[in-house]
């Protein structure tokens, strides 16, 4: 059994206690770093874990604009990834994938905040994803910049409302406040 009644014995345990949380301290930002400098030289993909994402989403789309109706669906992507969507004819304030073709699509895309006010979002033809939707004109969002109005821009997690607007599917967010408690309910 441990006597603690000497003050060398509380001095002992403490900073042996003190030792073990900068231990494991010291193992998380190693890992950390470690992870860090893995994904710079292996490439590795932030948008990859969303794919299933934009596939539920693309069967959402597809069920609104058959049955002309609304619906709403949790989307969530990994920090650094985005979802992007362009119209068939409509200027995007992104560069227009060579794989959505003549077609509407969906897209996960990488963004970053490159400098204040600046949003810097890649839409790579080898290594992103697109989901094709052929019977709508185009996609309408809520993300607007000087030049580009209600544009399809989503990162992060969102409740979203899906619903057709004429030959347009309109994609919008739910407020922050009913997003919270749908994820908070117990």
Known sequence: MLNLNKKGDTESVLKFMIGII?????????????????????????????????????DNVNTVTKDKSSLEQLFSLKSGCSLVGFSKSTVNFVRKPDLCGLDSCLCLCEYGI????????????????????????????????????DQLFIAGEEILNISLQGKNINITVKDKYKFENVIYRG
């Open 22 to 58: 900068i231990g494991i301290i010291g193992l998380f930002l190693f890992f950390l770093l470690f992870q860090t400098i893995l994904s710079f030289f292996t490439g590795y993909d932030k948008c990859e874990d969303s794919k299933v994402m934009l596939q539920f989403l693309t």
């Open 114 to 149: 490159a400098r204040p006010n600046y949003l810097s979002v890649k839409c790579s033809d080898s290594k992103y994803y697109c989901e094709n939707i052929d019977n709508i004109d185009g996609f309408i969002g809520q993300f607007s910049t000087p030049t580009f109005k």
